[in-house]
């Protein structure tokens, strides 16, 4: 019998390192995992609600399915990780390093995403709602809306007009999605 990551969270004292593990249908709550390191672990159907993982690393990650309330990422790193079909809220991506991230068919809502650097990131049909989007450096990033709607970004200069575009698009995708 497989352990779940729930009894091996709880067996550690804060920091946790995987490779090479899947799990599957868990509610993890209260929990203190960071400065832990994650690579080619796969997360489906797992939810993460009042979770620390600050200052983890995560390589090859896949997160499906998620969902993330309260979770801290606080200066954590992803690298080749993908967040598909998740829903985030009221997290935080403080100072986290991003590199070849994929989001896709996913929601971030009222989440602070400030103080990041992002380089070659893809959120594709994402939604984005009352964030506070912040970014450091960004190269690479393509945002595809729900309703396909590629945003060009061609000077991060303004990242402040990035957000509003960012949050603009997503709110019309987001209403004509729920009126249609």
């Known amino acids: 019998m497989s352990e779940n990551f729930k009894s091996i969270v709880e067996k550690n004292t804060c920091r946790v390192q995987l ?46 399915n998620c969902s993330f309330n309260q979770v801290s990422f606080t200066r954590s790193q992803f690298e080749d990780c993908t967040f598909l079909d998740c829903e985030t809220s009221n997290s935080d991506f403080i100072k986290a390093d991003l590199e070849k991230v994929t989001f896709k068919n996913s929601t971030i809502l009222t989440s602070n995403l400030s103080g990041m650097d992002l380089t070659d990131i893809e959120f594709t049909k994402t939604i984005f709602k009352d964030n506070i989007l912040k970014w450091n450096e960004v190269r690479g990033v393509k945002f595809l809306t729900p309703n396909n709607n590629w945003i060009q970004i061609e000077d991060f200069s303004n990242i402040e007009t990035l957000s509003q575009q960012v949050e603009k698009q997503n709110s019309e995708d987001f209403k004509t999605m729920t009126e249609g």
């Open 19 to 64: 490779t090479s593990r899947e799990f599957i249908n868990e509610n993890i709550f209260g929990q203190l995992i960071g400065y832990s390191t994650f690579l080619e672990v796969i997360f489906v159907n797992i939810t993460f609600d009042n979770v620390d993982f600050g200052g983890s690393f995560f390589l090859s990650v896949t997160f499906k």
